[in-house]
Protein backbone atom coordinates (compact mmCIF):
# COMPACT_ATOMS: atom_id res chain seq x y z
CA UNK A 1 0.00 0.00 0.00
CA UNK A 2 1.43 3.16 -0.88
CA UNK A 3 2.05 5.94 1.46
CA UNK A 4 2.11 9.47 1.30
CA UNK A 5 5.69 11.06 1.70
CA UNK A 6 6.38 14.17 3.64
CA UNK A 7 6.72 17.45 1.95
CA UNK A 8 9.75 18.33 3.88
CA UNK A 9 12.06 15.55 2.55
CA UNK A 10 10.51 16.25 -0.99
CA UNK A 11 11.81 19.93 -0.23
CA UNK A 12 14.92 18.43 0.95
CA UNK A 13 15.49 15.92 -1.44
CA UNK A 14 15.27 18.94 -4.40
CA UNK A 15 17.28 21.44 -2.77
CA UNK A 16 19.97 18.82 -2.51
CA UNK A 17 19.96 17.61 -6.11
CA UNK A 18 19.71 21.41 -6.84
CA UNK A 19 22.83 22.26 -5.38
CA UNK A 20 24.26 18.99 -6.73
CA UNK A 21 23.64 20.19 -9.70
CA UNK A 22 25.28 23.42 -9.62
CA UNK A 23 28.52 21.82 -8.65
CA UNK A 24 28.43 19.55 -11.52
CA UNK A 25 27.58 22.34 -13.97
CA UNK A 26 30.27 24.35 -12.06
CA UNK A 27 32.56 21.48 -13.04
CA UNK A 28 32.03 21.28 -16.32
CA UNK A 29 32.22 24.99 -17.29
CA UNK A 30 35.55 26.25 -17.62
CA UNK A 31 35.65 29.83 -18.17
CA UNK A 32 32.38 31.05 -16.74
CA UNK A 33 33.53 35.16 -18.67
CA UNK A 34 32.05 33.72 -21.38
CA UNK A 35 29.29 34.30 -20.82
CA UNK A 36 29.54 38.12 -20.30
CA UNK A 37 29.64 39.10 -23.93
CA UNK A 38 26.69 36.62 -24.96
CA UNK A 39 23.97 38.68 -25.13
CA UNK A 40 25.69 41.14 -26.72
CA UNK A 41 26.86 38.67 -29.79
CA UNK A 42 23.31 37.70 -29.76
CA UNK A 43 21.56 40.90 -29.98
CA UNK A 44 24.18 41.85 -33.06
CA UNK A 45 23.33 38.65 -34.58
CA UNK A 46 19.60 38.87 -34.16
CA UNK A 47 19.37 42.64 -35.55
CA UNK A 48 21.90 42.15 -38.45
CA UNK A 49 20.94 38.41 -39.72
CA UNK A 50 17.74 37.02 -38.66
CA UNK A 51 15.64 40.23 -38.08
CA UNK A 52 12.81 40.88 -39.79
CA UNK A 53 11.93 37.55 -41.31
CA UNK A 54 11.63 36.77 -45.40
CA UNK A 55 8.46 36.32 -45.66
CA UNK A 56 8.74 35.38 -49.18
CA UNK A 57 9.02 31.35 -47.93
CA UNK A 58 5.51 32.26 -48.27
CA UNK A 59 5.09 33.24 -52.01
CA UNK A 60 4.48 30.44 -54.68
CA UNK A 61 7.47 28.52 -56.15
CA UNK A 62 8.75 29.46 -59.49
CA UNK A 63 8.57 25.56 -60.60
CA UNK A 64 6.16 23.84 -60.48
CA UNK A 65 3.60 26.38 -62.03
CA UNK A 66 1.43 27.27 -59.22
CA UNK A 67 -2.24 25.97 -60.25
CA UNK A 68 -4.13 27.68 -57.24
CA UNK A 69 -6.18 31.27 -56.92
CA UNK A 70 -5.97 33.78 -54.98
CA UNK A 71 -5.45 33.94 -51.95
CA UNK A 72 -4.65 30.02 -51.85
CA UNK A 73 -1.41 30.95 -53.79
CA UNK A 74 0.42 29.92 -50.25
CA UNK A 75 -0.62 26.70 -50.90
CA UNK A 76 2.27 26.42 -53.48
CA UNK A 77 4.95 27.97 -51.04
CA UNK A 78 8.07 25.93 -49.56
CA UNK A 79 6.77 26.86 -45.88
CA UNK A 80 3.07 25.28 -47.04
CA UNK A 81 4.68 22.60 -49.03
CA UNK A 82 7.07 21.26 -45.92
CA UNK A 83 4.73 22.04 -42.98
CA UNK A 84 1.95 19.75 -44.60
CA UNK A 85 4.56 16.85 -45.23
CA UNK A 86 6.12 16.81 -41.54
CA UNK A 87 1.98 16.77 -40.39
CA UNK A 88 1.84 13.86 -42.73
CA UNK A 89 5.04 12.16 -41.70
CA UNK A 90 3.78 13.01 -37.72
CA UNK A 91 0.22 11.50 -38.47
CA UNK A 92 1.58 7.71 -40.23
CA UNK A 93 4.63 7.50 -37.87
CA UNK A 94 2.18 7.83 -34.74
CA UNK A 95 -0.36 5.49 -35.93
CA UNK A 96 2.17 2.97 -37.18
CA UNK A 97 3.77 3.20 -34.02
CA UNK A 98 0.40 3.23 -31.81
CA UNK A 99 -0.31 -0.65 -33.91
CA UNK A 100 2.99 -1.28 -33.31
CA UNK A 101 3.67 -0.54 -29.70
CA UNK A 102 -0.13 -1.83 -28.15
CA UNK A 103 0.98 -5.66 -28.63
CA UNK A 104 4.43 -4.86 -27.38
CA UNK A 105 3.21 -2.86 -24.30
CA UNK A 106 0.85 -5.57 -23.21
CA UNK A 107 4.00 -8.39 -23.56
CA UNK A 108 5.82 -5.75 -21.77
CA UNK A 109 3.43 -5.53 -18.49
CA UNK A 110 4.69 -7.52 -15.22
CA UNK A 111 1.05 -8.15 -14.22
CA UNK A 112 -0.13 -9.53 -17.66
CA UNK A 113 2.52 -11.48 -18.85
CA UNK A 114 5.63 -13.59 -17.63
CA UNK A 115 8.34 -12.87 -16.63
CA UNK A 116 10.17 -13.74 -19.56
CA UNK A 117 7.90 -11.71 -22.02
CA UNK A 118 8.17 -9.10 -20.05
CA UNK A 119 11.94 -8.40 -20.13
CA UNK A 120 12.32 -9.38 -23.52
CA UNK A 121 10.07 -7.12 -24.94
CA UNK A 122 11.38 -4.43 -22.88
CA UNK A 123 14.81 -5.06 -24.63
CA UNK A 124 12.98 -4.75 -27.54
CA UNK A 125 11.40 -1.04 -26.84
CA UNK A 126 14.50 -0.12 -25.03
CA UNK A 127 16.71 -0.40 -28.30
CA UNK A 128 14.08 1.19 -30.26
CA UNK A 129 14.51 4.15 -28.17
CA UNK A 130 18.07 4.00 -27.23
CA UNK A 131 18.85 6.26 -30.24
CA UNK A 132 16.91 9.42 -31.19
CA UNK A 133 14.58 10.03 -34.09
CA UNK A 134 17.43 11.77 -35.98
CA UNK A 135 19.73 8.93 -35.54
CA UNK A 136 17.30 6.36 -37.11
CA UNK A 137 16.36 9.06 -39.80
CA UNK A 138 20.46 8.61 -41.03
CA UNK A 139 20.33 5.36 -40.77
CA UNK A 140 17.09 5.41 -43.05
CA UNK A 141 18.26 7.57 -45.26
CA UNK A 142 21.25 5.42 -45.42
CA UNK A 143 19.37 2.51 -46.08
CA UNK A 144 16.86 2.96 -48.82
CA UNK A 145 17.43 6.95 -49.69
CA UNK A 146 16.45 10.55 -48.77
CA UNK A 147 12.55 11.05 -48.51
CA UNK A 148 9.65 11.36 -46.56
CA UNK A 149 9.64 7.17 -46.32
CA UNK A 150 12.55 7.01 -44.57
CA UNK A 151 11.28 10.19 -42.04
CA UNK A 152 8.15 7.90 -41.16
CA UNK A 153 10.22 4.43 -40.68
CA UNK A 154 12.68 6.27 -38.41
CA UNK A 155 9.86 8.14 -36.24
CA UNK A 156 8.15 5.13 -36.00
CA UNK A 157 10.85 3.29 -34.93
CA UNK A 158 11.00 5.85 -31.87
CA UNK A 159 7.50 5.98 -31.19
CA UNK A 160 7.31 2.06 -30.80
CA UNK A 161 9.87 2.54 -28.37
CA UNK A 162 8.78 5.45 -26.26
CA UNK A 163 5.00 4.92 -26.66
CA UNK A 164 5.25 1.31 -25.45
CA UNK A 165 7.21 2.44 -22.63
CA UNK A 166 4.53 4.61 -21.99
CA UNK A 167 1.44 2.39 -22.54
CA UNK A 168 3.00 -0.57 -20.05
CA UNK A 169 3.56 1.72 -17.53
CA UNK A 170 0.35 2.48 -17.33
CA UNK A 171 -1.36 -1.08 -18.08
CA UNK A 172 1.29 -1.78 -14.82
CA UNK A 173 -0.75 0.69 -13.04
CA UNK A 174 -4.03 -0.60 -13.12
CA UNK A 175 -6.20 -1.61 -10.24
CA UNK A 176 -5.72 -5.38 -9.37
CA UNK A 177 -9.44 -5.88 -9.15
CA UNK A 178 -10.73 -5.49 -13.04
CA UNK A 179 -7.50 -7.71 -13.12
CA UNK A 180 -8.28 -10.41 -10.45
CA UNK A 181 -12.29 -10.18 -11.32
CA UNK A 182 -11.29 -11.04 -15.31
CA UNK A 183 -9.01 -14.27 -13.67
CA UNK A 184 -11.87 -15.04 -11.97
CA UNK A 185 -14.19 -14.91 -14.58
CA UNK A 186 -12.14 -17.48 -16.53
CA UNK A 187 -10.75 -15.10 -19.00
CA UNK A 188 -7.83 -16.14 -21.23
CA UNK A 189 -5.22 -13.17 -21.49
CA UNK A 190 -6.81 -12.00 -25.02
CA UNK A 191 -9.51 -11.52 -23.55
CA UNK A 192 -8.57 -9.91 -20.64
CA UNK A 193 -6.27 -7.60 -22.54
CA UNK A 194 -9.31 -6.57 -24.62
CA UNK A 195 -11.92 -6.07 -22.47
CA UNK A 196 -10.37 -4.83 -19.04
CA UNK A 197 -6.95 -3.86 -20.03
CA UNK A 198 -7.24 -1.58 -23.23
CA UNK A 199 -10.47 0.04 -21.53
CA UNK A 200 -9.42 0.93 -18.62
CA UNK A 201 -6.12 2.43 -19.38
CA UNK A 202 -7.66 4.20 -22.58
CA UNK A 203 -7.34 7.44 -21.14
CA UNK A 204 -3.89 7.36 -20.46
CA UNK A 205 -3.15 5.92 -23.83
CA UNK A 206 -4.94 8.10 -25.82
CA UNK A 207 -3.58 11.32 -23.86
CA UNK A 208 0.31 9.49 -24.32
CA UNK A 209 -0.83 8.87 -27.91
CA UNK A 210 -1.64 12.96 -29.09
CA UNK A 211 1.42 13.44 -26.96
CA UNK A 212 3.79 11.41 -29.25
CA UNK A 213 1.76 13.71 -32.30
CA UNK A 214 3.00 16.55 -31.26
CA UNK A 215 6.32 15.46 -30.42
CA UNK A 216 6.80 13.66 -33.97
CA UNK A 217 5.84 17.19 -35.21
CA UNK A 218 8.80 19.01 -33.25
CA UNK A 219 11.03 15.77 -34.71
CA UNK A 220 10.24 16.16 -38.19
CA UNK A 221 11.15 19.52 -38.31
CA UNK A 222 14.64 18.25 -37.46
CA UNK A 223 15.10 14.88 -39.17
CA UNK A 224 14.07 16.85 -42.72
CA UNK A 225 17.72 18.34 -41.96
CA UNK A 226 19.78 15.06 -42.96
CA UNK A 227 16.89 14.00 -45.87
CA UNK A 228 14.31 12.45 -44.37
CA UNK A 229 11.92 14.93 -45.67
CA UNK A 230 9.47 17.61 -44.37
CA UNK A 231 10.33 21.30 -43.44
CA UNK A 232 13.54 20.68 -42.41
CA UNK A 233 14.60 20.14 -45.46
CA UNK A 234 14.25 24.03 -46.69
CA UNK A 235 15.48 24.71 -42.95
CA UNK A 236 18.73 22.95 -43.97
CA UNK A 237 19.03 24.47 -47.57
CA UNK A 238 18.87 28.03 -46.73
CA UNK A 239 21.19 27.73 -43.67
CA UNK A 240 23.70 26.18 -45.94
CA UNK A 241 22.92 29.83 -47.77
CA UNK A 242 23.18 32.00 -44.87
CA UNK A 243 19.96 33.29 -45.53
CA UNK A 244 18.82 32.87 -41.86
CA UNK A 245 15.92 35.59 -42.08
CA UNK A 246 14.20 32.70 -44.22
CA UNK A 247 15.16 30.26 -41.37
CA UNK A 248 13.33 32.55 -38.71
CA UNK A 249 10.38 32.87 -40.92
CA UNK A 250 9.72 28.97 -40.83
CA UNK A 251 10.47 28.56 -37.43
CA UNK A 252 7.83 31.06 -36.71
CA UNK A 253 5.64 28.94 -38.61
CA UNK A 254 6.74 26.28 -36.66
CA UNK A 255 5.60 27.51 -33.38
CA UNK A 256 2.38 28.72 -35.10
CA UNK A 257 1.72 25.06 -36.02
CA UNK A 258 2.91 23.97 -32.95
CA UNK A 259 0.63 26.03 -30.73
CA UNK A 260 -1.97 25.33 -33.14
CA UNK A 261 -1.36 21.64 -32.64
CA UNK A 262 -1.23 22.22 -28.73
CA UNK A 263 -4.86 23.83 -28.41
CA UNK A 264 -6.38 20.87 -30.30
CA UNK A 265 -4.74 18.21 -28.25
CA UNK A 266 -6.01 20.29 -25.43
CA UNK A 267 -9.49 19.87 -26.74
CA UNK A 268 -9.19 16.52 -27.60
CA UNK A 269 -8.39 15.49 -24.40
CA UNK A 270 -11.02 16.75 -23.00
CA UNK A 271 -13.39 14.02 -24.61
CA UNK A 272 -11.14 11.55 -22.23
CA UNK A 273 -11.37 13.07 -19.10
CA UNK A 274 -13.30 11.14 -16.71
CA UNK A 275 -14.02 13.84 -14.49
CA UNK A 276 -17.49 14.99 -13.44
CA UNK A 277 -16.64 18.48 -12.55
CA UNK A 278 -14.54 19.11 -15.64
CA UNK A 279 -16.64 20.16 -19.09
CA UNK A 280 -15.46 20.09 -22.86
CA UNK A 281 -14.25 23.39 -23.32
CA UNK A 282 -15.56 25.39 -26.55
CA UNK A 283 -12.99 26.51 -29.20
CA UNK A 284 -13.09 30.35 -27.30
CA UNK A 285 -11.84 28.89 -24.03
CA UNK A 286 -8.85 26.61 -25.78
CA UNK A 287 -7.07 29.49 -27.73
CA UNK A 288 -8.31 32.60 -25.25
CA UNK A 289 -8.64 31.09 -22.50
CA UNK A 290 -11.80 33.16 -21.51
CA UNK A 291 -14.36 31.89 -19.06
CA UNK A 292 -17.34 33.63 -19.33
CA UNK A 293 -19.45 34.45 -16.43
CA UNK A 294 -22.52 32.96 -18.11
CA UNK A 295 -21.44 29.50 -18.72
CA UNK A 296 -19.70 29.79 -14.97
CA UNK A 297 -23.34 30.47 -13.82
CA UNK A 298 -24.85 28.24 -15.51
CA UNK A 299 -22.55 25.40 -14.17
CA UNK A 300 -22.99 26.71 -10.58
CA UNK A 301 -27.46 26.24 -11.44
CA UNK A 302 -26.81 22.77 -12.66
CA UNK A 303 -25.11 21.70 -9.57
Known sequence: MKTAIDGKIIAS????????????LNGMVS???RLTGGFGNLKNFFYQSLWP??????????YPVCTARYPFEFTCSTAWIGV????????VATVFGMALSLPLSLAAARNLSPRWLSYSSRFILSAFRSLPSLIWAIFFVILIGMGPLSGVLAMTVYTVGYLGKLWYEAMEGLNKTPL?????????????????VVPESANDL???????FEYNFRSGTIIGIVGAGGIG???DL????????KVVAYLLIIFLVVLIIDFLSIYARSFFNEEDDLRIPSWSEVFLGIFSSANEADDLSDR
Do not use: C
Not at 13 to 24: C, E, P
Not at 84 to 91: G, H, L, N, P, W
Not at 206 to 212: A, D
Open 13 to 24: TFMISLILAFLV
Open 31 to 33: DWG
Open 53 to 62: PDWSVLEPQV
Open 84 to 91: IETIKIAF
Open 180 to 196: EAAQAMGLNKYETALNV
Open 206 to 212: ISHSIFL
Open 233 to 235: YYI
Open 238 to 245: YLRFLQYD
